[in-house]
């Protein structure tokens, strides 16, 4: 047995520890109050006590004209205090006596109180251990009187609560991004067999040409992924990033598939600095644009718009489309979420996901609004250069 596993193991429980600071602290105060109350018997009265002849000296049998001692009836016999130093022995007597039952007392209580009040604490122990077990679908669920240790437990609850919402998200993350890598491996492989099986049927060059498709969207998905994962983790070199024009050349990079789309695009910028990853900012402004263009009508508009806010960098993208409820605007910023639209939109369910993980990253906020006409406001609020919280590295 390791050293340690033996201290652990003679550790005194919490129980046994109160138990024994109630104890010792009724015989600490007795202690010290039998002291004080000997100390003032000692110095403080006056004793005029005469001395007694004999033990047991009744006031019959005392000569007329003499003092009668005082007794203390004790163990089956009399004692007679005859002097002061009676009086202070006869006290201490008593008084340590009573000290001794009253911290035999105090010990039996304080184990009783200790476990009533620890009780919540086995019970969310107990609990504990079998939410650690293959399931987080258990709670603590602690009912009685509001105090620190229901607060404790709605707080252990909450905190679940998020674990497992979390947990699922992840599982359901896993299951999409294997399904998206796998739905074009798995069609690469059907068209080659296809084409084996059938050579002369099938053109060189369209086969090369969808086969080149199918594994750019897999690039690309796998780019975000790395991209989704670079921005979880954080970012490891700040640098003063002019996010204007940062813009301005996101703009220029999707002019070209807005006018395919016949999609007007329309920037407002103004000059606003903040301090992050260049690339990162890159891709949430690529990401906003994309997405504004891609789910949008033909013949409709996107807009940008970057300005300072107080201490903020404040980005804006606003399309028309199609109208969208609230709850299906907060969905959509989660991996893997598309929205079924008549324009049948490609993109692989990231591009929302990324933009909301690299706000984050910078300690920032993304959220969606629905226009009221059709189509979404989706607004990036980020620190201004300078006021970024923490150090040069800002993890999620």
Do not use: C
């Amino acid at each position: 047995m390791s050293a340690s596993g033996g201290l652990r193991r003679s550790r005194l429980t919490i129980r046994t520890r109160l138990t024994l600071l109630y104890g010792g602290m009724l015989l600490a105060f007795g202690t010290v109050l039998i002291a004080i109350l000997y100390a003032l018997m000692w110095y403080v009265p006056s004793y005029n006590l005469a001395a007694a002849t004999a033990v047991g000296v009744t006031a019959e049998a005392a000569p007329a004209g003499r003092a009668q001692p005082s007794e203390y009836i004790g163990a089956g016999e009399a004692v007679a205090i005859t002097s002061r130093q009676d009086v202070l022995s006869v006290l201490l007597q008593l008084s340590v006596a009573a000290l001794v039952a009253m911290t035999l007392i105090a010990f039996l209580l304080g184990w009783f109180i200790a476990g009533r009040i620890l009780s919540p604490v086995h019970r969310m122990t107990r609990s504990a251990g079998v939410i650690a077990g293959p399931t987080l679908h258990e709670r603590i669920r602690l009912r009685g009187p509001r105090d620190e240790f229901t607060d404790l437990a709605d707080t252990i609850d909450t905190m679940l609560d998020r674990l497992h919402a979390s947990f699922q998200a992840q599982e359901r993350f896993a299951a999409n991004a294997a399904h998206e890598l796998r739905t074009p491996l798995a069609t690469t492989r059907t068209m080659l067999q296809v084409a084996r099986a059938h050579p002369e049927d099938h053109d060189v060059d369209a086969l090369t040409s969808r086969l080149l498709e199918t594994n750019e969207r897999s690039i690309t998905t796998v780019e975000s992924l790395l991209t989704l994962s670079r921005a979880d983790h954080g970012i490891d070199a700040a640098q003063t990033v002019d996010l204007a024009k940062a813009a301005a050349d996101a703009v220029e990079q999707v002019r070209q598939e807005a006018a395919d789309r016949r999609i007007g695009v329309r920037s407002d910028l103004h000059p606003v600095a903040v301090d992050g990853d260049a690339d990162l900012l890159h891709h949430l402004l690529i990401n906003l644009l994309q997405n504004a263009i891609r789910h949008n009508d033909a013949d409709g508009t996107a807009r940008l718009e970057v300005s300072a806010r107080e201490d903020t960098a404040v980005i804006t993208v606003t399309n028309t489309g199609e109208i969208i409820n609230p709850e299906l605007a907060e969905r959509l910023f989660e991996p893997f979420h598309r929205k079924r639209s008549r324009t049948q939109a490609t993109g692989h369910g990231l591009g929302l996901t990324l933009v909301r993980a690299i706000a984050h990253s910078h300690h920032g906020t993304a959220d969606g609004t629905p226009n009221p006409g059709g189509g979404l406001t989706i607004t990036v609020v980020l620190p201004a250069a300078g006021n970024a919280r923490g150090g040069v590295r800002h993890a999620r």
